[in-house]
């Protein structure tokens, strides 16, 4: 499954410049901020992670928002290889 949700990340992101260029107020940009939570923590916590700076992700944000690198709730180390 996480390989599968890397690979369809990374066809996104081979065509998103043509399409989005310029406009992610956030940097890192949102494919590429999922791209390394799920390449870091797995399924479950890459998608939380996703939705969550999905969330915050409106004009008036802006700035640098970048992987945590300690998750802020407890997640067995197991499940990143899910």
Do not use: Q
């Amino acid at each position: 499954m996480k390989l599968l949700i890397i690979y369809l990340i990374k066809k996104y992101i081979s065509i998103s410049p043509k399409r989005y260029s310029g406009r992610c107020v956030l940097n890192p940009s949102c494919s590429i901020y999922s791209l390394a939570c799920f390449e870091k923590y797995g399924t479950l916590a890459g998608m939380y992670l996703t939705l969550k700076r999905f969330n915050h992700c409106v004009p008036r944000n802006s700035g640098d928002d970048f992987v945590p690198t300690k998750l802020s709730f407890y997640y067995p180390f197991w499940l990143k290889y899910i």
